[in-house]
T-cell receptor
Framework: EAGVAQSPRYKIIEKRQSVAFWCNPI?????LYWYQQILGQGPKLLIQ????????DSQLPKDRFSAERLKGVDSTLKIQPAKLEDSAVYLC??????????????FGPGTRLTVL | KNEVEQSPQNLTAQEGEFITINCSYS?????LHWLQQHPGGGIVSLFM???GKKKHGRLIATINIQEKHSSLHITASHPRDSAVYIC????????????FGTGTRLQVTL
């Protein structure tokens, strides 16, 4: 079974530029998560999709971050314009179930973003 | 205070040593997860447990619900165990949302 795919793996941009990340979850997984992990910290949930609907985006900085999952499969996360403090690893994860007590999340390799 | 606290933050051990990483949480949970993150790599789920103890190879995870505490043990540690180990909890009521600790960076030397 293929895992969660993310691209690109690395991205370096200058502040005020825009950037987009792509995620392809495990086939059949209805729930998709985007996390931001700043160096030395645990991942922080940015947005959670159930199929193509948003379940939780309470910690997404909506003035500059946007995400979509139009067909309930692939997802893109965009930052526009980027700030220095957006430098982090952006992790995508997916899970088969939503709301279940036991709900294992499978993580992609992440995209390391450096904003100069 | 974070909802999920881990200790120690950093740990260095010699090959063969028995290692313990601790996790305490302050919220009601439906499950606790132990995850492994290698440098430059993604995150791999090691254990998901809601009670008792689980074992997989040289890894053992225990949880005490009453004390809101979990431990991850590594027996006969090896340099390939060097990674960041992250504790995360699924909160009751929002079972699909994980709250993460900051991780424990483990380095096992020869």
């Amino acid at each position: 079974e293929a895992g969660v795919a993310q691209s690109p793996r690395y991205k370096i941009i200058e502040k005020r530029q825009s950037v987009a990340f792509w995620c392809n979850p495990i086939s059949g997984h209805a729930t998709l998560y985007w996390y931001q992990q700043i160096l030395g910290q645990g991942p922080k949930l940015l947005i959670q999709f159930q199929n193509n609907g948003v379940v939780d985006d309470s910690q997404l900085p909506k003035d500059r971050f946007s995400a979509e999952r139009l067909k309930g499969v692939d997802s893109t996360l965009k930052i526009q314009p980027a700030k220095l403090e957006d430098s982090a690893v952006y992790l995508c994860a997916s899970s088969f179930l939503w709301g279940a007590s036991y709900n294992e999340q499978f993580f992609g390799p992440g995209t390391r973003l450096t904003v100069l | 205070k974070n909802e999920v606290e881990q200790s120690p933050q950093n740990l260095t051990a010699q090959e063969g040593e028995f290692i313990t990483i601790n996790c305490s949480y302050s919220v009601g949970i439906s499950a606790l997860h132990w995850l492994q993150q290698h440098p430059g790599g993604g995150i791999v789920s090691l254990f998901m447990l809601s009670s008792g103890k689980k074992k997989h190879g040289r890894l053992i995870a225990t949880i005490n619900i009453q004390e809101k505490h979990s431990s991850l043990h590594i027996t006969a540690s090896h340099p390939r165990d060097s990674a960041v180990y992250i504790c995360a909890v699924s909160n009751t009521g929002t079972a699909s949302k994980l709250t993460f600790g900051t991780g424990t960076r483990l380095q096992v030397t020869l």
